[in-house]
């Protein structure tokens, strides 16, 4: 009998899950889990009333689960156990997002990894295992590179005023909003990452006005610069590149790597058609 396997690529807000049986896909969306906020218990009734119906009494053999939060040991563990609560007869093995990117742009090559989304991240990866991780500091104070950075930065000219009166007028079509609600949701709502990073697609919609271009290649040299450069392996290694930002601006990341002297690699909006391929 063929192998049924059931592969998680999961953020904070959405889970995409592959069922992979006798060579046939079958896709399901449900909520993020991020163990930061879901128990053990809310995991597994998530799993029950979103991911259960939707796979028709089919179980899975082997769970491969990449996810947010899940470099945390507790973390990890956490979301096993309720994987284990729902499937008691598959195996299962959970690990983290970096390593969901690893796998799915490098294969079993070495590589230089990175995810450029609502945050950012990166990493040396020999083909088994992540060798090397720059360390991430958050949106606060890094996640160079991000959505959350970029949106920042597309903030900070709004409210200061740099803008000039085209973009300030595309700006207040878009968006609708003010200084202090602005405000209000970075320093006192929740998620403040996501809301930020709301505000990168402001430059995918401006591409070609000067001011967009430059906040785009700012932010995204200042990811190469502090991380990549990092990496001595660069030298030697292509770097991928998986997240909604990397794919939105692929041509500046050709643009970068031309300038540093990097080789570019594979370049996935998300991870899961290669961690399909890893896990044939």
């Known amino acids: 009998m063929p192998v049924i396997k059931l592969i ?3 953020g904070a807000t959405k889970a995409e899950w592959c069922l992979i049986r006798n060579g046939r896909r079958k896709t399901i969306f449900t909520q993020g889990i991020s163990p930061y906020f879901l128990n053990t218990g809310q995991i597994e009734a998530l799993l029950r009333s979103e991911l259960l119906p939707a796979l028709k009494k089919t179980v899975p ?3 491969f689960y990449y996810g947010t939060g899940c470099a945390n040991p507790a973390n990890a563990l956490s979301v096993k156990k309720a994987l284990k609560h729902v499937f008691p007869d598959s195996r299962v093995e959970v690990t ?13 090559e070495k590589g230089i990894a990175c995810i450029l989304g609502t945050g950012s991240n990166s990493c040396f990866y020999n083909g088994k295992k992540i060798v090397k991780n720059s360390p991430g500091l958050g949106y606060v104070l890094g996640d160079e590179g991000s959505g959350a950075y970029l949106g920042k930065k597309v903030i900070q000219y709004y ?3 740099t ?3 085209e973009l300030r ?4 079509l878009t968006y609708t909003t003010n200084a202090s609600e602005i405000l209000e949701n970075v320093y006192k709502k929740p998620l403040p990452n996501r809301y930020l990073a709301g505000f990168a697609r402001f430059l995918a919609e401006n591409r070609g006005h000067y001011m967009i271009e430059n906040i785009i290649e ?5 990811f190469f610069f502090n991380h990549l450069c990092k990496y001595r392996e660069i030298w030697s290694q292509p770097v991928h590149f998986a997240g909604s930002i990397a794919f939105g601006f692929k041509d500046v990341l050709q643009q970068l790597c031309d300038s540093y002297e990097f080789e570019l690699g594979r370049v996935m909006k998300n991870p899961m058609e290669g961690l399909i391929e890893y896990h044939r």
């Not at 983290?96 to 079993?108: C, I, N, T």
């Not at 700012?218 to 200042?222: I, P, Y």
């Open 8 to 10: 998680a690529d999961s």
């Open 61 to 63: 053999d082997e769970i």
């Open 96 to 108: 983290h997002d970096l390593m969901g990117a690893a796998r799915a742009l490098s294969g079993r």
């Open 159 to 161: 409210l200061y005023g």
């Open 163 to 165: 803008f000039d009166d």
């Open 169 to 172: 007028g595309r700006f207040d």
């Open 218 to 222: 700012d932010g995204l040299n200042d």
